[in-house]
């Protein structure tokens, strides 16, 4: 007999699917168990970003767990198209990442600088310590998951660059 999860799958995905399209950012689970493999995620169609990350164009946000604009743990899976440039901003609240797919660009500080980027491969992890400017940049589709606790924000060192802003 198969178990309720084989039996369901199909459409309890292409009902997870359809709720994602109609958020800004997906949300999958709240509450209870969950499990998630990278290639089950119902990502959105590309969109700049969504609550907790940088608002960049390019980037697929889906929630697994909790809300990024509530109090409270929450876990992002972001998707980062190739070739995007993520300028210098922070966060207000404390966050912990892992890089699931690709290579993930990534440094600190206020001013880009493309020669001071670390490259992080799949398994990496890195702090996003409150109120720490951080810039990012990817050649290549990288999935990242981030761990925070909300509320969060973000808050660019140049209003310039902010993309919500434009």
């Known amino acids: 007999m198969k178990n309720w999860w084989t039996r369901n799958r199909a459409g309890l995905l292409a009902a997870i699917a359809v709720a994602a399209s109609i958020a800004s950012a997906s949300v999958l689970a709240q509450n209870g168990g969950q499990t998630l493999r990278p290639e089950d995620i119902p990502w959105p169609s590309a969109r700049a970003g969504g609550a907790g990350t940088s608002g960049a164009s390019g980037i697929e946000t889906v929630v697994v767990k909790g809300d990024p604009t509530k109090a409270g743990l929450y876990t992002l899976m972001l998707r980062v198209a190739p070739n995007v ?19 993930w660009y ?3 500080g206020e001013k880009f ?10 398994g990496s992890f890195y702090t996003e ?18 761990t925070g606790t909300g509320p969060s924000s973000t808050t660019y060192v140049d ?5 919500t802003k434009r």
């Open 85 to 103: 440039r993520i300028q210098p901003h922070s966060h207000r609240d404390d966050r912990v990442a892992t890089v699931v797919k690709g290579t």
């Open 129 to 146: 310590p409150p109120n720490m400017a951080h810039f990012a940049m990817t050649k290549e589709e990288v999935i990242l998951q981030i």
């Open 159 to 163: 209003p310039a660059n902010d993309p």
């Open 106 to 108: 990534f440094s600190y």
């Open 113 to 122: 600088n493309e020669a001071s980027l670390k490259p992080l491969g799949p």
